[in-house]
Nanobody, 114 residues
Framework: QVQVAESGGDLVQPGGSLRLSCTAS??????????MAWYRQAPGKQRELVAQ???????KYAESVKGRFTISRDNAKNMVYLQMDSLKPEDTSVYYC??????WGQGTQVTVSS
């Protein structure tokens, strides 16, 4: 059974930083074979792609977070990270980790407010 777990969400002031972490286990292939992604969903809105990292560490970002967020992975630890800098109130959402376009975590709440 595949298990995906996010951590690191918190309340932070505008302009602050947070690092989200995601670990995954139980997949058939080794972790490095999977494309990993972070999504977010704010109340009343659709879930949207925030950042994606492929097997060769190619990355893709939503326009709204380019230059502020950085996705990275540590295949030896089965971990993917989202470094979020210069946070804005509109970044407030539940952030979800996705494995291979298939499996989801339960989400972690990020609130940006003064």
């Amino acid at each position: 059974q595949v298990q995906v777990a996010e951590s690191g969400g918190d309340l932070v002031q505008p302009g602050g930083s947070l690092r989200l972490s995601c670990t995954a286990s139980g997949m058939e292939l080794r972790f490095s074979a999977y494309e990993m992604a972070w999504y977010r969903q704010a109340p009343g809105k659709q879930r949207e792609l925030v950042a994606q990292i492929r097997r060769a560490s190619n990355t893709k970002y939503a326009e709204s977070v380019k230059g502020r967020f950085t996705i990275s992975r540590d295949n030896a630890k089965n971990m993917v990270y989202l470094q979020m800098d210069s946070l804005k109130p509109e970044d407030t959402s539940v952030y979800y980790c996705n494995v291979g376009g298939i499996w989801w975590g339960q989400g972690t709440q990020v609130t940006v407010s003064s």
